[in-house]
């Protein structure tokens, strides 16, 4: 299996701030690499897929970046509903597996 | 908008099946790829497996022994069937779609249902 490893776990920011959240994937995955926003009792919902491509209807603030094992998310000015938990995800190859997920909390 | 919604038990007990049903709405469940996964309580998203419309599955090895997934094109609906639960089936279960073959990105999501298992 591709383990997804992301990082930090945690991280405290403010309304308005940059925020980038790393994925690293234990064997290159190219560029099939999605990013997903989870919150508590709500579907999760898909950012960027390819790595590098965003979701229709996904705000701008919202970019990914990277191929081969090293992939950022970044959310360019932190707006309140983005307090979530982020996930990576590869779907290169079965499994699909998951990063453990950042949460993003208020500073 | 498509719009997928999971149902069935909420309670299973240790040993017996756990049988859930995935209603696809505001789309056709031609040629897309359907998918299940789980979030245990406070761990992260597992990939259960996925079904395309044809019929073809692909499972996640750790849970293949266990499970089967199918559709039901005339009703829009897509089944899991995990065999032989033990507590730690215990999960938000989720259906998915992927659109397309080519990122297998998940657009669509049901809003989960616990199902707890627990004699």
């Known amino acids: 299996d591709i383990q997804m490893t992301q990082s930090p776990s945690s991280l405290s920011a403010s309304v308005g701030d940059s925020v980038t959240i790393t994925c690293r994937a234990s064997q290159s995955i190219s560029t099939y690499l999605n990013w997903y926003q989870g919150k508590p009792g709500k579907a999760p919902k898909v950012l960027i897929y390819g790595a590098s491509n965003l979701q229709s209807g996904v705000p701008s603030r919202f970019s990914g970046s990277g191929s081969g094992t090293d992939f950022t998310l970044t959310i360019s000015s932190l707006q309140p509903e983005d307090f979530a938990t982020y996930y990576c995800q590869q779907s290169l190859s079965i499994p699909w597996t998951f990063g453990q997920g950042t949460k993003v909390e208020v500073k | 908008q498509v719009q997928l919604q999971e149902s069935g038990p909420g309670l299973v007990k240790p040993s017996e099946t756990l049988s859930l049903t995935c209603t696809v709405s505001?789309?056709?469940?031609?040629?897309?790829?359907w998918s299940w996964i789980r979030q245990p309580p406070g761990e992260g998203l597992e990939w259960i497996g996925y079904?395309?419309?044809?019929?073809?599955?692909y499972y996640n090895p750790s849970l293949k022994s266990r499970l089967t997934i199918s559709t039901d094109t005339s009703k829009n609906q897509f089944f899991l069937r995990l065999d032989s639960v033990t507590a730690a089936d215990t999960a938000v279960y989720y259906c998915?779609?992927?659109?397309?073959?080519?990122?297998?990105?998940?657009?669509?999501w049901g809003q989960g249902t616990l199902v707890t298992v627990s004699s």
């Open positions: 079904i395309y419309y044809s019929g073809s599955t």
């Open positions: 505001g789309g056709s469940l031609s040629y897309h790829y």
């Open positions: 998915a779609r992927a659109p397309d073959r080519k990122w297998l990105r998940l657009d669509s």
